[in-house]
């Protein structure tokens, strides 16, 4: 069984950063295609970002330029470094990891940009 474990979120001014981890405890990291999706209270949730094994990135129109997604696979881990936050990024951020057709989510971690 593939647990995912996110961390890092909290409260931030407008303008500022987070850094979000998601630590896998399944073996062959390496093979997944991993993402962060959010949801926030009212709207449609957000795939908003997602890497590939060979690591090809992709990012949402409301995200690229400011989020950079990241892995390293010797740490079974994988980050959203988040850069230039808005309010409308305010939402809980769920990490996934998909492989042979099976996906895995975390528990989610809050991120609320407010001054």
């Known amino acids: 069984q593939v647990q995912l474990v996110e961390s890092g979120g909290?409260?931030?001014?407008?303008?500022?950063?987070?850094?979000l981890?998601?630590?896998?405890?399944?073996?062959f990291f390496n093979r997944y295609t991993m993402g962060?999706?959010?949801q926030a209270p009212g709207k449609a949730g957000e795939l908003v970002a997602t890497m590939t094994s060979d690591g090809t990135k992709q990012y949402s129109d409301s995200v690229?330029?400011?989020?950079t997604i990241s892995r390293d696979d010797a740490k079974n881990t994988m980050y959203l470094e988040m850069?230039?936050?808005k309010p409308e990024d305010t939402a809980d951020y769920y990490c996934q990891g998909v492989i042979l057709?099976?996906?895995?989510?975390?528990?989610?971690?809050?991120?609320?940009?407010s001054s």
């Open 83 to 85: 850069n230039n936050l």
């Open 21 to 27: 981890s998601c630590v896998s405890s399944g073996r």
């Open 101 to 113: 057709g099976k996906d895995y989510w975390g528990q989610g971690t809050q991120v609320t940009v």
């Open 64 to 67: 690229r330029g400011r989020f």
């Open 10 to 19: 909290g409260l931030v001014q407008p303008g500022g950063s987070l850094r």
């Open 36 to 38: 962060w999706y959010r």
